[in-house]
């Protein structure tokens, strides 16, 4: 792919001095996925700093039939961020917090502003923005909404999807569409926020959104628990429900191997509890109620544990504790990391097939490569796992990566025959559409790619995404 000294002259008139890079220093952090997966190149880096310049940029890109990729904070995982050859359009200079209504319940954010930030700012308003993801402090809203992200509290408050009041975007053609609207009702026909929620950039570059905040909730409970099986998890998960009333915030599920490399592997981290168990769930309740949510954890682990459907259960007392049970969690992809080369899977499954799906991949994985060592941890409230597949210790990286496509076939068909996604919040990107056309039907392909060539009849944004 050649781009045109023609177009890059254009752009760097477009965007004015400081608003573009040519700098292999300042290129390569923006052109590799933190697992080294994807290596990417690009002659030009575009630093928009507001709506206008995105639109300019696009501008020229759709009147010249250039491509271009855009990147948020570069936290994906599955490769739709890394360009090959295209320009690459960056939104980190797009930091500003434009409205915070505590009236409305709306947060107004340029596309890259962090979560880490938009949770500071809500908070400082006397509110929060719900979603929560380990990558909070890179991870920009942009990036959140054209890849529709999850996190730990969807059980509650949804994904992204669930929580964008409107959106302004630049459209393939370089318009500017401003959407950025704060209601809750309005039955106006197709909802075009809709589409590029999830859209992973490819029918159009979300510039700013409007967000939906929630109160502060006054009452929190934490605890760890440690299981036999994954199906007594799903039974737990059935009664905090009915316990809590609706007030179960986040439910998620760890396997021991995970652990394990997470206390060797990541510094400053500790058992959670005194005993090793097979499996733990994380469990945290909250309420606006002072109490509640203390008081339904109590209820929920003391008949749990008289029941014998628990084996142990530690309730942090702080919030240092809270944070040091959560680090266990959020720090299991980080601990596999030193361990060598990984078959990662985002798939989701109804939740009540979860502790089936772990039993029949886990079988099929382990007859495929013995020895492998399989790490599974996730959202299990929503049925989100994220299943991954270590070679075994000592063995060959190159060997297990060359399997990678049968292991995840078979993965991925399992899910498939229990009526599940092969991504359930990390999006397709480069890494899986060409998979997905395997599950998704020839009637929905056409109406996706008929979407998009619509809107990006050059197919300029994104080109190797999606349909």
Same mark, same amino acid.
């Given at each position: 792919m050649t781009i045109s000294a023609d177009v890059i002259s254009r752009l760097k008139a477009a965007l004015g001095e400081g608003?573009?890079?040519?700098?292999?220093?300042? =290129?390569?952090?923006? %052109?590799?996925e933190w697992r080294d997966r994807w290596q990417g190149s690009t002659p030009f880096l575009a630093l928009p700093k507001t709506t206008q310049e995105v639109a300019a940029v696009v501008? @020229?890109?759709?009147? $010249?039939? $250039?491509? %271009?990729v855009p990147q948020g904070g570069n936290t994906g995982l599955v490769g739709g961020q890394i360009p090959l050859g295209e320009v690459l359009l960056s939104t980190e200079r797009m930091r500003a917090i434009r409205d915070i209504d505590a009236l409305d319940d709306v947060l107004v954010a340029e596309a890259g502003v962090t979560l880490q930030a938009a949770h500071e700012a809500a908070l400082a308003k006397g509110r929060r923005f719900p979603l929560d993801i380990a990558s909070q402090g890179t991870a920009t809203i942009g990036g959140i909404v054209s890849t529709n992200a999850g996190g730990t509290a969807v059980l509650r408050y949804g994904n992204t999807r669930e929580l964008v009041l409107g959106l302004e975007a630049v459209l393939p053609n370089g318009e500017v569409w401003n959407g950025l609207k704060r209601l809750r009702k309005d039955n106006t026909g197709y909802d075009l926020k809709q589409l590029l929620i999830g859209a992973e950039g490819t029918l159009g570059v979300v510039t700013a959104a409007s967000l939906k905040l929630f109160p502060v909730l006054v009452s929190r409970a934490t605890a760890v628990v440690g299981l036999d099986e994954p199906e007594a998890a799903i039974r737990l998960l059935a009664r905090a429900k009915d316990e809590a009333g609706g007030a179960v915030e986040a439910f998620e599920l760890m396997g021991r191997r995970g652990v394990d490399f997470v206390l060797k592997n990541i510094p400053n981290q500790r058992d959670p509890l005194s005993e090793v168990h097979p499996w733990y769930v994380l469990v945290e309740i909250a309420s606006g109620e002072p109490m509640a949510a203390e008081n339904a954890m109590e209820r929920l682990l003391s008949r749990a544990l008289d029941d014998g459907l628990i084996?142990?259960? !530690? *309730? !942090? %007392?702080?919030?240092?504790?809270?944070?040091?049970?959560?680090? @266990?969690r959020e720090n299991q /992809?980080?601990?596999?990391?030193?361990?060598? !080369? $990984?078959?990662?899977?985002? @798939?989701? *499954?109804? *939740? /009540?097939? @979860? !502790?089936?799906?772990l039993n029949q991949a886990t079988a099929r994985m382990e007859a495929l490569v013995p020895g492998a060592r399989v790490t599974a941890f996730g959202h299990v409230g929503d049925g989100n796992i994220h299943y991954d597949v270590i070679r075994p210790d000592g063995g060959d990286d190159a060997a297990h990566s060359a399997l990678r496509g049968e292991g995840s076939r078979i993965v991925h068909d399992i899910v498939a025959s229990m009526g599940g996604s092969i991504s359930a919040e990390h999006g397709l990107g480069s890494m899986k559409t060409q998979e997905a056309r395997r599950y998704k039907s020839p009637v929905e392909v056409a109406a996706l790619a008929a979407?998009?060539? /619509? =809107?990006?009849?050059?197919?300029?944004m994104n080109p190797r995404v999606l349909f």
């Open positions: 608003g573009w890079s040519q700098d292999p220093d300042r =290129l390569a952090p923006k %052109l590799i501008g @020229v890109c759709a009147q $010249t039939g $250039t491509p %271009l084996r142990d259960a !530690a *309730v !942090a %007392l702080n919030e240092s504790q809270a944070k040091a049970f959560w680090s @266990v /992809s980080a601990g596999q990391k030193p361990e060598g !080369a $990984t078959w990662k899977h985002d @798939v989701s *499954v109804p *939740v /009540s097939r @979860v !502790a089936e799906f979407i998009r060539q /619509s =809107l990006d009849p050059k197919r300029i």
